[in-house]
């Protein structure tokens, strides 16, 4: 089961009271049916204090019922919490969409936070980090701890706050100085309920499999030692868990085969690796360490497909014709020994020079990378004409120097170094949930449900007034023609924002519903079991259907839960570690001037993130150039009165950096742009859809051992598929 910040269950308190009266502490358990006017949802809490209540029977992405609550109506709710909320009868015409009052807190999310400790009145405090708490929390004798002023500490709270009354509670473990190298790290991860090292009986079950393997070749495997498999992998990869093969046939047939580590051979299921690796359910990759999913016993040795070393595997062969069409699969327990690891830019430069003796590599090898590069074009054409959709936007990578602190940015490039094993990757992962779907097997799908119908009508409405013309983009090609029509061009920011906004969110779950994105009817993730436990139950499925038995589906929509909330926690916490650290660098450097993409547009102003070094931030009416302003709520549009003073969705803007908030984490910006020499793409808008900062359309998740930080928004990526 999912566990909370402290990585246990939930603590069992539950609140019930009238609005009004002291809240006393909440406890878990499944909310109680809402009454006529009551709405249940979860909250979230907004800088201003007043929050809104995200109804657990919205549809996914859609915040258009979601229920605005006074400051002084949100009792002594934080962000996450379930409550329930008391609808107000009349309407509140100075903001549209309902309000309402909290009456019950029903489930907490969490009772541990961090925070920046300081001694007013000879008590001690702590303002908890965020926007989560109005009022800072009493924790009483400041010499507790020996805890110092400024100090970053874990709270547990045994009084939640409200805008009348202060919280109270007591320091947990002082995290050090804010600002020292290290903090930063140690503040998110508790903040997140990240787990630690793992216990001694974990270590030692990994050590015993690893005393139990020889680099023999069992009987029960398939030997490939002798075969051409190579690994293509970033150069700061740690383990690796994908190799490559491939062959040609008779009538010009490609034989394709995807090695991927046999780790369901290292962790027994039930055992204690496995029920860390469930409790864990993701490795998550922060910018300055990794927490693995796994024992690095496991990962970066057992389990790694390292170069001139014998090692299990759990390869899928697919046979496609001459054109890239999959003919058959099998699924099968090999063993292989790879014969050389690449990196991304040693293939980019193979590729750009077949010839180049800056790389070295056997004739074997070379024809090898040649294939690749022929099948994996192919393949990338045949999935382009289905319907696959592709977003260019920019990923910008952060980077850091050894004490943890940002030295700066650089866009990483989408090679076809890159594009080769992902197209690799996503036929293997696509042959094996058709494999398991065709037996009757129970297994865990990634899914990718449609777009809202009514969210396409709104973008087909914005792109039209953008001057493209457009059959409805109900029709998943007409989607991918709008996208191919604005790259390169100053719409291409405007355009591939709204159309990242328009998505869902991809999702583990039994159900055969097909992922839109990648215009698959059937889909899941088979290629990284060190990093995903999806992966792992999806190894194991094969295992069973090996020995002539189907996986059964019970338990399957509890486990896809499970694991699409770890990962969803381990993205939060990776996103909110490189905010921190890029504001931590800007700090020191006010008046900072940058270029900037507005990613969200609300009445009080523009969201922006810059796009040489991605911080994120508001630049408020206030800062705008003076004007009266009007917010089309419908189109999420600010428009002055005078000419050309209107912002959309994706206008570029050039502003510097007024102010940094650490405790609360929030950035403020100035304008500097000149309106008459504005760079392009800053335009006069129209409309435009969505008004939260855009989050990344689904599945990427950053990987393969790297300790550094990711900002990533393309709708393609080999991690996440």
Same mark, same amino acid.
């Given at each position: 089961?999912?566990?909370?910040?402290?990585?246990?269950?939930?603590?069992?308190?539950?609140?019930?009271?009238?609005?009004?009266?002291?809240?006393?502490?909440?406890?878990?358990?499944?909310?109680?049916?809402?009454?006529?006017?009551?709405?249940?949802?979860?909250?979230?809490?907004?800088?201003?204090?007043?929050?809104?209540?995200?109804?657990?029977?919205?549809?996914?992405?859609?915040?258009?019922?979601?229920?605005?609550?006074?400051?002084?109506?949100?009792?002594?709710?934080?962000?996450?919490?379930?409550?329930?909320?008391?609808?107000?009868?009349?309407?509140?015409?100075?903001?549209?969409?309902?309000?309402?009052?909290?009456?019950?807190?029903?489930?907490?999310?969490?009772?541990?936070?961090?925070?920046?400790?300081?001694?007013?009145?000879?008590?001690?405090?702590? $303002?908890?980090?965020?926007?989560?708490?109005?009022?800072?929390?009493?924790?009483?004798?400041?010499?507790?701890?020996?805890?110092?002023?400024?100090?970053?500490?874990?709270?547990?709270?045994?009084?939640?706050?409200?805008?009348?009354?202060?919280?109270?509670?007591?320091?947990?473990?002082?995290?050090?100085?804010?600002?020292?190298?290290?903090?930063?790290?140690?503040?998110?991860?508790?903040?997140?309920?990240?787990?630690?090292?793992?216990?001694?009986?974990?270590?030692?079950?990994?050590?015993?499999?690893?005393?139990?393997?020889?680099?023999?070749?069992?009987?029960?495997?398939?030997?490939?030692?002798?075969?051409?498999?190579?690994?293509?992998?970033?150069?700061?990869?740690?383990?690796?868990?994908?190799?490559?093969?491939?062959?040609?046939?008779?009538?010009?047939?490609?034989?394709?085969?995807?090695?991927?580590?046999?780790?369901?051979?290292?962790?027994?299921?039930?055992?204690?690796?496995?029920?860390?690796?469930?409790?864990?359910?993701?490795?998550?990759?922060?910018?300055?360490?990794?927490?693995?999913?796994?024992?690095?016993?496991?990962?970066?040795?057992?389990?790694?497909?390292?170069?001139?070393?014998?090692?299990?595997?759990?390869?899928?062969?697919?046979?496609?014709?001459?054109?890239?069409?999959?003919?058959?699969?099998?699924?099968?327990?090999?063993?292989?020994?790879?014969?050389?690891?690449?990196?991304?830019?040693?293939?980019?430069?193979?590729?750009?020079?077949?010839?180049?003796?800056?790389?070295?590599?056997?004739?074997?090898?070379?024809?090898?990378?040649?294939?690749?590069?022929?099948?994996?074009?192919?393949?990338?054409?045949?999935?382009?004409?289905?319907?696959?959709?592709?977003?260019?936007?920019?990923?910008?990578?952060?980077?850091?120097?050894?004490?943890?602190?940002?030295?700066?940015?650089?866009?990483?490039?989408?090679?076809?170094?890159?594009?080769?094993?992902?197209?690799?990757?996503?036929?293997?992962?696509?042959?094996?949930?058709?494999?398991?779907?065709?037996?009757?097997?129970?297994?865990?799908?990634?899914?990718?449900?449609?777009?809202?119908?009514?969210?396409?009508?709104?973008?087909?409405?914005?792109?039209?007034?953008?001057?493209?013309?457009?059959?409805?983009?109900?029709?998943?090609?007409?989607?991918?023609?709008?996208?191919?029509?604005?790259?390169?061009?100053?719409?291409?920011?405007?355009?591939?924002?709204?159309?990242?906004?328009?998505?869902?969110?991809?999702?583990?779950?039994?159900?055969?519903?097909?992922?839109?994105?990648?215009?698959?009817?059937?889909?899941?993730?088979?290629?990284?079991?060190?990093?995903?436990?999806?992966?792992?139950?999806?190894?194991?499925?094969?295992?069973?259907?090996?020995?002539?038995?189907?996986?059964?589906?019970?338990?399957?929509?509890?486990?896809?839960?499970?694991?699409?909330?770890?990962?969803?926690?381990?993205?939060?916490?990776?996103?909110?570690?490189?905010?921190?650290?890029?504001?931590?660098?800007?700090?020191?450097?006010?008046?900072?001037?940058?270029?900037?993409?507005?990613?969200?547009?609300?009445?009080?102003?523009?969201?922006? $993130?810059?796009?040489?070094?991605?911080?994120?931030?508001?630049?408020?009416?206030?800062?705008?150039?003076?004007?009266?302003?009007?917010?089309?709520?419908?189109?999420?549009?600010?428009?002055?009165?005078?000419?050309?003073?209107?912002?959309?969705?994706?206008?570029?803007?050039?502003?510097?950096?007024?102010?940094?908030?650490?405790?609360?984490?929030?950035?403020?910006?100035?304008?500097?742009?000149?309106?008459?020499?504005?760079?392009?793409?800053?335009?006069?808008?129209?409309?435009?859809?969505?008004?939260?900062?855009?989050?990344?359309?689904?599945?990427?998740?950053?990987?393969?051992?790297?300790?550094?930080?990711?900002?990533?928004?393309?709708?393609?990526?080999?991690?996440?598929?």
């Amino acid at each position: 089961m999912p566990k909370d910040d402290q990585g246990r269950s939930a603590d069992g308190r539950r609140e019930r009271h009238p609005a009004g009266q002291t809240p006393s502490a909440a406890r878990a358990g499944s909310p109680p049916a809402a009454g006529r006017g009551d709405v249940i949802g979860v909250f979230r809490r907004a800088a201003g204090g007043y929050g809104f209540v995200h109804p657990l029977t919205a549809a996914a992405g859609s915040r258009e019922g979601d229920v605005h609550v006074a400051q002084s109506a949100c009792l002594d709710a934080v962000n996450g919490d379930t409550v329930r909320v008391r609808l107000s009868r009349g309407r509140d015409f100075r903001r549209p969409g309902p309000s309402g009052e909290i009456v019950e807190v029903i489930t907490r999310a969490k009772t541990r936070f961090v925070g920046s400790f300081f001694v007013a009145a000879n008590s001690g405090w702590v $303002q908890i980090d965020g926007t989560s708490f109005p009022r800072p929390v009493s924790v009483g004798d400041p010499g507790a701890k020996s805890v110092r002023e400024d100090d970053k500490v874990v709270v547990e709270v045994v009084r939640f706050p409200t805008h009348l009354r202060d919280g109270e509670g007591v320091i947990i473990e002082v995290l050090g100085k804010a600002g020292e190298p290290g903090v930063d790290t140690r503040s998110i991860i508790h903040e997140f309920g990240l787990p630690g090292p793992f216990s001694d009986e974990v270590l030692d079950a990994a050590r015993a499999e690893a005393a139990l393997f020889t680099e023999q070749v069992p009987a029960d495997r398939r030997d490939l030692t002798a075969r051409t498999i190579i690994t293509i992998d970033p150069v700061d990869a740690r383990d690796f868990d994908d190799a490559i093969s491939l062959e040609r046939l008779e009538r010009d047939h490609w034989l394709l085969g995807v090695h991927i580590a046999d780790v369901a051979h290292f962790v027994p299921e039930g055992a204690p690796v496995d029920q860390e690796a469930l409790a864990r359910g993701t490795s998550v990759y922060l910018p300055d360490r990794v927490i693995p999913m796994l024992p690095e016993i496991v990962s970066n040795n057992l389990a790694s497909l390292q170069p001139g070393r014998v090692r299990y595997a759990r390869t899928c062969w697919i046979e496609f014709t001459a054109d890239g069409i999959p003919v058959h699969t099998d699924v099968e327990r090999t063993a292989i020994r790879s014969c050389r690891r690449f990196t991304y830019e040693e293939v980019d430069q193979f590729l750009a020079d077949p010839g180049t003796p800056e790389v070295e590599m056997t004739e074997e090898v070379r024809t090898l990378l040649g294939r690749m590069r022929d099948l994996s074009r192919i393949l990338r054409r045949r999935r382009k004409n289905r319907g696959a959709l592709e977003l260019d936007m920019p990923e910008v990578k952060v980077d850091l120097d050894r004490d943890g602190r940002v030295s700066g940015a650089h866009v990483v490039a989408n090679t076809e170094s890159h594009q080769i094993i992902e197209e690799f990757m996503l036929s293997a992962n696509e042959a094996v949930a058709e494999r398991l779907s065709a037996a009757g097997a129970g297994f865990l799908r990634r899914i990718h449900a449609p777009p809202d119908p009514r969210k396409l009508r709104q973008l087909t409405e914005f792109v039209s007034e953008l001057g493209f013309e457009v059959d409805t983009l109900e029709s998943r090609f007409e989607l991918q023609r709008l996208l191919g029509l604005t790259r390169g061009r100053p719409e291409e920011h405007a355009v591939h924002f709204a159309v990242l906004r328009s998505l869902a969110r991809a999702v583990y779950g039994p159900q055969p519903e097909g992922h839109y994105a990648l215009a698959s009817d059937c889909y899941c993730h088979f290629t990284s079991p060190i990093r995903r436990y999806p992966d792992l139950v999806v190894h194991r499925a094969l295992d069973q259907l090996a020995r002539g038995r189907r996986a059964p589906d019970d338990g399957l929509v509890d486990l896809g839960l499970h694991c699409s909330t770890l990962e969803r926690r381990a993205e939060a916490a990776e996103r909110e570690l490189v905010k921190l650290k890029l504001l931590l660098f800007l700090s020191s450097r006010i008046g900072t001037e940058m270029e900037a993409v507005v990613t969200g547009v609300e009445p009080f102003g523009l969201f922006l $993130q810059g796009l040489e070094l991605p911080a994120e931030g508001l630049l408020t009416l206030a800062e705008l150039p003076a004007d009266t302003y009007r917010f089309e709520r419908g189109s999420h549009t600010l428009s002055g009165r005078r000419p050309g003073q209107s912002w959309r969705l994706g206008d570029r803007v050039r502003v510097a950096v007024k102010k940094v908030d650490l405790d609360r984490r929030a950035l403020e910006f100035r304008f500097v742009g000149d309106r008459g020499k504005a760079p392009p793409g800053l335009r006069a808008a129209r409309h435009v859809k969505g008004s939260r900062p855009a989050r990344k359309l689904h599945e990427k998740t950053p990987g393969k051992g790297k300790a550094k930080a990711k900002l990533k928004g393309k709708a393609k990526g080999r991690r996440g598929r």
